[in-house]
């Protein structure tokens, strides 16, 4: 036998071992590239979630139930919650957001207060593998202000 037949056989055996020994790391990879991907879409739909109870709010006006409701059934991710519950308050438009006053108490552009509902979402986010230093589930968050009047 020819020494091109020899070498043609030891390239395939190396090209097994190179295999053998990058596959776990493209495993590992891709994992990676699902867990974190996974994690985007969840959090994106408890966003989504909060902004659909800003929704119900603005149509329906202060309810509750409602709004949590329309949380819950915003998404087809199991597990969101409206969690802490809708609550509404009176507050003065800033330049940083909203600060909370009396509702009797005019704006420093000389405005009323205005009626406003924070409506919050929750999911505990299970990881596909468990990570040195990293706590799960994990809760990812979402919320929305709407003003009522």
């Known amino acids: 036998m020819g020494s091109g037949i020899r070498n043609a056989r030891a390239m395939r055996g ?13 495993l590992i990879l891709l ?3 699902v867990e974190i991907g996974d994690g ?6 408890v966003q ?3 902004e659909a109870g800003a929704l119900f709010a603005a149509k329906h006006g202060w309810n509750s139930a409602g709004i949590s409701a329309a949380v819950v059934n915003a998404t087809g991710v ?3 919650t409206a969690s802490p519950a809708p ?4 507050g003065c438009p800033v330049a940083t ?8 108490t005019a704006c420093a552009n000389g405005n009323a207060a205005g009626t406003y509902v924070q409506i919050n979402a929750m999911l505990a986010h299970q990881t596909i593998l468990t990570y040195p ?3 799960s589930p994990t809760s990812l968050t979402g919320s929305a202000i709407v003003r009522l009047n």
Request: hydrophobic letters at 55%.
């Open 133 to 135: 230093g990293m706590v």
């Open 40 to 45: 985007v879409y969840e959090a994106m739909q």
């Open 97 to 104: 957001g909203i600060t909370a006053t009396a509702c009797t």
């Open 78 to 80: 199991s597990g969101v």
């Open 48 to 50: 989504n979630s909060a």
């Open 14 to 26: 190396s090209a097994a071992v190179e295999f053998a020994l990058f596959a776990p790391m493209l």
């Open 31 to 33: 994992t990676l590239a």
């Open 87 to 90: 609550s509404e308050f009176c």
